[in-house]
């Protein structure tokens, strides 16, 4: 069993900057690829980005791509999402996921994302123009 708890979340404005935290409970963080999805009013939940276990594969939706840096630290049990050039159109509720099968790719296959195993239960995140 894995426990997500996600923070850091708030308001900023246009071209700000954000950082997320998601600390996870249990023993067996590194077993867990991990991702970061986001979900606006009205709109399905959608991948951002994703990390492999050992933390050296990296994989971004188009639409944050060269903007949000995925990492984690398996020590301190918590995958981050550093946030950068926001802008109005990434206000959503943000969410933390872990999975034991798939790879980083692969959870950003929107038929996926119902098959998580475990998920956060997300921290606002409203970018103000």
């Known amino acids: 069993q894995v426990q997500l708890v996600e923070s850091g979340g708030g308001l900023v404005q246009a071209g700000g900057s954000l950082r997320l935290s998601c600390a996870a409970s249990g023993r067996t963080f590194s077993s867990y690829v991990m991702g970061w999805f986001r979900q606006a009013p009205g709109k399905e939940r959608e991948f951002v980005a994703g990390?492999?276990?050992?933390?050296?594969?990296?994989y971004y939706s188009d639409s944050v791509k060269g903007r949000f840096t995925i990492s984690r630290d398996n020590a301190k049990i918590t995958v981050y999402l550093q946030m950068n050039s926001l802008k109005p159109e990434d206000t959503a509720d943000y969410y933390c996921a872990a999975d034991r099968l798939l790879t980083p790719q692969e959870m950003a296959a929107p038929s996926r994302v119902r098959y998580m195993d475990y998920w956060g239960k997300g921290t606002l995140v409203t970018v103000s123009a």
């Open positions: 990390i492999s276990r050992s933390g050296g594969i990296r």
